[in-house]
């Protein structure tokens, strides 16, 4: 088949460690697990993914700039940086990109300062709580809406 277009993947920090990060909050799959899980039901749907994993904000706000004119979607696990990065957010509302938001864990179900996300306002949507599904899901929903915009140009 071939490609519709390309979604970008981007994890924040510390979901290097998936596997071996509080596994009892966030499970035992490993990162790179989730990556082959995303990219063989990318590859299904016709597209491709640039997966990208930083430990810092400002590699993850180059990341979203580059991906203007190339990436339909962009799915985020924003880590830490979903509770306070205004500078991240302020990308994702900067380029014509619809972003899907997703958490492995239940953010409103977690420490006071978890249960806000400065991101969701300017997300296409969010999906929290459903561990490795979330991602799953929220591919799903990002080729959904790059489908959308494919289909518009
Ligand atoms: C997380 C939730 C965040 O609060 C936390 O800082 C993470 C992971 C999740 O996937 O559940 O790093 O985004």
Redesign the pocket.
Known sequence: MSELGKIMVLH????NLLGQ?EPE??GHTTLAEINTMLQEEAARAGFALEIIQSNVEGELINAIHRAIPECAAILL???????YSIALRDAIAAVPIPTVE??????YA??EF?RQSVLAPVCAGQI??FGVL?YRLGLEAAIALAQRSVRKE
Do not use: D, K, M, Q
């Open positions: 924040g920090p510390n979901l990060r909050v966030y696990n924003p880590g830490a940086l979903t509770h997703v958490h492995l864990s239940n953010i977690r420490e978890r929290t709580g979330s």
